[in-house]
C-alpha cells in the first residue's frame, strides 16, 4: 500500500477550518430558523424543495435523494410534516408503490413567512462576512467539490441550481 498522503500545515488549517465552520454555521442557522420560524432545518429543506419544484409537488425517492436521507428516514419525516398541515401525501400516477409529496397552502404560507428571516440569517452569520471575491471563490470550490461528488456532475445533482 501507497504511504498515506499527509495534509501540510495549508491543508490541515482549510480542512478543519471547513469542517469546525460547517458544524457551527448550520447549527446557529438551525437555531435561529426554529426560533423565527418554528421550522427545523429540514421541514425548510422540504418546503424549500417543493416550492421550486414544478406544481409544488415532488417524488418522495427525488425528495429523499435530494436530502440524502434513506426513503424510510424522510417518510417518517413527512408524516410529521402531514400532522401539521404542511404538506400530503398522494399516490404517484406512474408507480403505484411510489408517492408524492405535495406543498399545501399551510406549507407554502410558512416557508413564505420563514424566508425573510432565513435568508437574513444566512446573511448575518455567514454572506456578509465574506468579500465579494472571497464569495466567488467560495462559489468556484463548491461547485469543483460537487461537480466532483455528484454522479453526473450535473448542477441539479450536484444542487447547485437555484
Known amino acids: 500500500m501507497a504511504e498515506p498522503r499527509w495534509l501540510d500545515d495549508a491543508e490541515f488549517r ?3 477550518g471547513y469542517r469546525r465552520m460547517r458544524l457551527l454555521l448550520d447549527a446557529q442557522v438551525s437555531r435561529d430558523l426554529m426560533r423565527d420560524s418554528g421550522l ?3 421541514d425548510y ?4 424543495a417543493l416550492t421550486s419544484s414544478e406544481g409544488h409537488r415532488r417524488r418522495l425517492t427525488e ?6 436521507w434513506s426513503k424510510s428516514r424522510l417518510s417518517r ?3 410529521r410534516m402531514e400532522q401539521r398541515g404542511l404538506v400530503t401525501r398522494e399516490e404517484c400516477e406512474t408507480d403505484a408503490r411510489g408517492a408524492v409529496v405535495v406543498l399545501t397552502e399551510g406549507g407554502l404560507r410558512a416557508i413564505e413567512e420563514a424566508a425573510p428571516e432565513h435568508v437574513e440569517s444566512v446573511r448575518r452569520h455567514f454572506i456578509d462576512l465574506l468579500s465579494p471575491e472571497q464569495l466567488e471563490v467560495l462559489g468556484t470550490v463548491a461547485e469543483t467539490v460537487l461537480a466532483h461528488l455528484a454522479p453526473d456532475g450535473s448542477p441539479e445533482a450536484s444542487g447547485m441550481q437555484r
Open 77 to 79: 419525516h413527512i408524516s
Open 63 to 68: 425528495l429523499a435523494d435530494r436530502m440524502l
Open 14 to 16: 482549510a480542512w478543519i
Open 40 to 42: 427545523s432545518a429540514p
Open 45 to 48: 429543506d422540504v418546503l424549500s
